[in-house]
């Protein structure tokens, strides 16, 4: 069975850092683009960074490019996100996906496995 249990999550003040991770069993790791999404209350979710399989190519949304980045451990079966320079906005539930797909890391529906999300909450 898949699993993707996300971690790292909690109450930081603005300008401060949180490092998320994403730990997946279940499946052959290395053969997935792997993404990160969030959702604010009232919201939709929104994509923030994917990377792919082996890690060679990134992408990130305009609201998070050079505050965030997204990186992977195919050995530990690992995905992390990196967060900086936080900001009251970003404070939401982060979720991370894989997909077997072609590279479409902004379309939640090419993934095919979520995690049960971790709460990050930025103080002001």
């Known amino acids: 069975q898949v699993q993707l249990a996300e971690s790292g999550g909690g109450l930081v003040q603005a300008g401060g850092s949180l490092r998320l991770s994403c730990a997946a069993s279940?499946?052959?790791?290395?053969?997935?683009?792997m993404g990160w999404f969030r959702q604010a209350p009232g919201k939709e979710r929104e994509f923030v960074a994917a990377?792919?399989?082996?890690?060679?190519?990134?992408s990130y949304s305009d609201t998070v490019k050079g505050r965030f980045t997204i990186s992977r451990d195919n050995a530990k079966n690992t995905a992390y996100l990196q967060l900086n320079m936080l900001k009251p906005e970003d404070t939401a539930v982060y979720y991370c996906?894989?997909?077997?797909?072609?590279?479409?890391?902004?379309?939640?529906?090419?993934?095919?496995?979520w995690g049960q999300g971790t709460q990050v909450t930025v103080s002001s």
């Open positions: 279940g499946l052959t790791f290395s053969a997935y683009h």
């Open positions: 990377i792919t399989k082996r890690g060679g190519i990134t």
């Open positions: 996906a894989a997909t077997s797909a072609g590279w479409a890391p902004r379309r939640p529906n090419e993934y095919n496995y």
